[in-house]
């Protein structure tokens, strides 16, 4: 039997990881929605109806998986961190039942007219209903991320006693809510979103470039493919270089306000000034995987780098290390190379943006079959950044599951047992293979479905009693 | 905290906000198993149609609605969690396995009908409908049996009391799953699911009595807290509505029978209400005013339930409007 609080630890991360995919799918391909719906009702051409059809049924399958992954979430609380949901809950519930009523419900209400009712209700409460599918979406993550940041930068609270136990109790909403770290964590979360499925769209489209240009196949409705890799691109030219330069802003609040998971992210042991940034840190022995930047590492970094991170400019700058915090440290390996990986995903998309925005702009965007297989390969990268950046975020602030006030081993259920704990973790592992499985199948499905071709467009116009010709919205 | 004045020290307009998020989290708890209900509903008479193109239609019926339909469940949680967290930290740490349970039947729930889509191959389709049906039947029945671990304390995993409890719940699910899809379809399969309806109907009222005896025999204060009046006369109005039910659906008026499966669903929601209160959770000791959060947050939820429940319900409006109506046969999952 797993001990309790490491099988809890392990099971809600297991959950999260799996969690997080589907509203990074659904808040990153929203604002695609909105824009492809606006087009094709302001009566643009064919492809807008087919991009919309198309990424509506991704979206929708993403969120259904979502819902029912983000509600074990929600139950975990309660059952897996029952002396964390009552330390904290007068905080950290309000977030969440405010999101569950006023973006949940606006999104699942609407996503039911978005999907169904094009035939159904008016092109102007079908365009409102893809607005509002998207603020659902954006509106969950405020919510979400004001209750994560408040456990980042615990503000505008007291302790207080409450029928025997220790409790916090809200003195100041603007502070607890409104902290700087939402704002940071906000922009970098959105970004990311969009960021990682307009990879994801690239390498799908590429995918059917390459065959039909490369290998010759004859690919249907190929203009639709050429049409999604270049709105992918022009989105993966804006919000890649926005992460990297964000993404720093975001490390150095991260400096000044977490320390120690500052620290962890660097491997800084000891306090130390001019302290180099390491691109990587070979260990000499398999133990120092799990130590990087031993003393007898080789190491290659760059002079004063992480001093200049922390301080915004100053390699000279001081950096608290690890052994001077009480607490134990975070996993720091796992940190380390978490947040080193990330980075260099950035840095990546950026250089995949530049190049294909490089050929586009010299017309050879679908002549580049290297830049075709990068983008392949790079499809699923940037949710794997995501996770990376939630591991940096989640490991680096233990042990603390809310910063230097509560400890996440004391959050646990105090009646928890290993059994049961060790249970659910076994079947929540298997069940969330499962639906790993299942998600990616559906998906590639759709993906090899391709759009829906003029033939069929035309039989659903005839179908519901619509215009047979032009395109509905026009008239 | 000076700086938020009375807002931060007085409770709102003087209401008794706490009595009130006691009776808001129940309210919600009753939506979700209205609404969630008659999807759980459609989803056992599923299993009582073999033609694919009744399957598909049944699918049809609840498609746009049923994800909205689920979000009760998680704003009853997230109420309950907000307003009284030592409540759900116990209630639901207690209720550690039942709970998981209630999670596998869901996500079974929610991703059946979506693969079911996906092939339209009969083995493939076999198994999804299945997988459809046993989650639409345990999800309502586990939640049963949650609900009288919570009115009687237990941490016991399974009791007789929760059984029975369980059964009532699925029985009232398929309730207001007859009524539903005989308001979304047209033909024999409106026909042919009324017996079904008035069997639930039946089998409810039953399971009811049987789960206030085993409730009362479970625990004594329950057996006194039973005889009183307000839970006689929500009884005895669950009968007549019963009897309501099965006149609507003879007569055809198949939304005045889904509003009657929606009155009895709120009156089993009231009965539990009215058998724990003042308590929230028997099982902690916790009564609403040990659990409730301070003035403060519960000022500022108040004011944001005030506003946002209205905005809900006429998301609603837009969603049920749009698609009011039968299912017309070209429409697909």
């Known amino acids: 039997m797993v001990d309790p609080v490491i099988a809890s630890r392990l099971q809600f991360a297991l959950t999260t990881i799996v969690h997080i995919i589907f509203p990074v799918m659904s808040m990153g391909l929203a604002p695609f929605l909105v824009y492809f719906t606006w087009k094709e009702l302001r009566g643009g051409s064919r492809v807008y109806e087919q991009l919309r059809r198309f990424w509506t049924k991704i979206f929708a399958v993403s969120f259904v998986v979502g819902t029912v992954t983000g509600i074990v979430l929600e139950f975990e609380f309660g059952t897996n961190f029952a002396a964390f949901s009552t330390f904290a809950g007068e905080l950290f519930g309000g977030p969440l039942a405010i999101e569950g009523m006023m973006a949940f419900m606006l999104e699942a209400t609407f996503l039911g007219v978005f999907v169904f009712g094009r035939e159904r209700v008016s092109d102007r409460l079908y365009f409102v209903s893809s607005l509002a599918v998207a603020a659902g979406t954006w509106l969950s993550a405020v919510w979400i991320l004001i209750a994560n940041s408040w456990m980042q930068l615990p503000r505008g609270y007291e302790l207080a006693q409450q029928g025997g136990q220790t409790v916090v109790h809200l003195t100041d909403p603007m502070a607890a809510y409104l902290n700087p770290r939402f704002m940071f964590m906000y922009v970098h979360m959105q970004n990311a979103a969009v960021e990682s499925v307009a990879l994801f769209m690239a390498g799908v489209a590429a995918y059917h470039v390459f065959k039909h240009y490369v290998w010759g196949y004859p690919v249907q409705e190929v203009d639709f493919w050429e049409t999604t890799l270049k709105i992918a691109l022009v989105a993966l030219l804006i919000t890649a270089p926005l992460q990297v330069l964000h993404g720093d802003l975001y490390a150095r609040h991260v400096s000044e306000t977490q320390p120690q998971k500052f620290a962890a992210m ?22 120092d995987l799990t130590n990087p930047r031993a003393k007898e590492l080789f190491g290659l970094g760059i002079p004063g780098g992480a001093s200049w991170l922390a301080s915004g400019g100053d390699p000279r700058a001081t950096i608290r290390g690890l052994n001077s ?39 050879e965007l679908l002549e580049d079959d290297l830049l075709h297989k990068a983008l392949m390969a790079s499809s699923l990268l940037g949710i794997l950044a995501v996770e990376l950046g939630w591991v940096v975020t989640e490991v680096g602030r233990q042990p603390w599951v809310v910063q230097g006030v509560l400890k996440t081993a004391d959050g646990v259920s105090p009646g928890l047992t290993g059994a049961e704990a060790t249970l659910t973790l076994v079947g929540f592992a298997l069940v969330y293979t499962t639906l790993l499985a299942l998600y990616s199948y559906v998906i590639l499905r759709i993906i090899r479905e391709g759009p829906p071709g003029a033939e069929e467009l035309r039989t659903r116009r005839v179908e519901a009693g619509g215009p047979t010709t032009g395109v509905p919205g026009d008239d | 905290m000076t700086e938020y004045g009375t807002f931060a020290s007085e409770p709102l307009f003087g209401l008794p906000l706490p009595d009130l998020w006691f009776a808001l989290v129940f309210f919600m708890l009753g939506t979700f198993l209205f609404l969630d209900g008659f999807d759980f509903g459609a989803g056992a008479l599923f299993w009582t149609r073999d033609d694919p193109a009744e399957r598909e239609t049944i699918l049809a019926a609840i498609g746009p609605f049923w994800d909205g339909n689920e979000v009760w469940l998680v704003v009853f949680g997230g109420a309950l969690f907000a307003a009284f967290p030592a409540v759900y930290a116990n209630l639901f740490s207690r209720n550690y396995l039942l709970l998981f349970g209630v999670l596998g039947a869901l996500i079974l729930r929610g991703l059946a009908p979506e693969m079911y889509e996906q092939r339209h191959d009969p083995a493939w389709q ?16 586990l939640l049963g049996v949650f609900v009288a671990n919570w009115l ?8 007789a009391a929760g059984l029975v409890v369980g059964v009532a719940v699925v029985a009232l699910t398929v309730v207001s799953g007859v009524a539903f899809v005989r308001l979304k379809t047209r033909g024999e399969l409106r026909a042919d699911v009324r017996r079904y309806g008035e069997r639930a109907v039946v089998g409810y009222l039953l399971a009811v009595v049987a789960s206030l005896g085993a409730l009362a025999l479970s625990t004594p204060a329950l057996a006194a807290a039973l005889v009183t009046v307000p839970v006689f006369a929500l009884v005895g109005l669950s009968v007549a509505l019963a009897v309501g039910y ?3 659906l003879r007569s055809d008026q198949d939304l005045l029978a889904l509003v009657a499966s929606a009155l009895l669903t709120y009156g089993l929601v009231a009965v539990v ?61």
């Open chain 1, 266 to 287: 660097e491997a800084v042991w000891e306090t130390d000034s001019y302290v180099p940034e390491y691109l990587i840190a070979f260990p000499t022995s398999f133990e």
């Open chain 1, 325 to 363: 915090f009480e607490t134990e440290a975070p996993p720091v390996a796992i940190v380390f190379w978490s947040f080193r990986a990330m980075v260099g995903l950035g840095f990546w998309f950026i250089l995949l943006a530049l190049w294909g925005g490089y050929r586009w702009w010299r017309g």
């Open chain 2, 126 to 141: 076999r198994w999804w409908g299945r997988a459809f049906v046993a989650g639409s039947v345990l999800a309502p029945f």
């Open chain 2, 152 to 159: 009687t304390g237990t941490g016991a995993l399974v009791t």
């Open chain 2, 246 to 248: 099965v006149v609507a």
């Open chain 2, 273 to 333: 209400a009215l058998l724990l209160f003042p308590v929230v959770d028997p099982g902690a000791s916790l009564s609403v005013d040990d659990a409730i959060v301070s003035t403060f947050p519960l000022n500022i939820m108040s004011v944001g339930a005030a506003l946002l429940l209205p905005l809900v319900l006429t998301y609603f409006a837009v969603l049920y409007n749009a698609f009011s109506g039968p299912v017309e046969p070209t429409e697909s999952y």
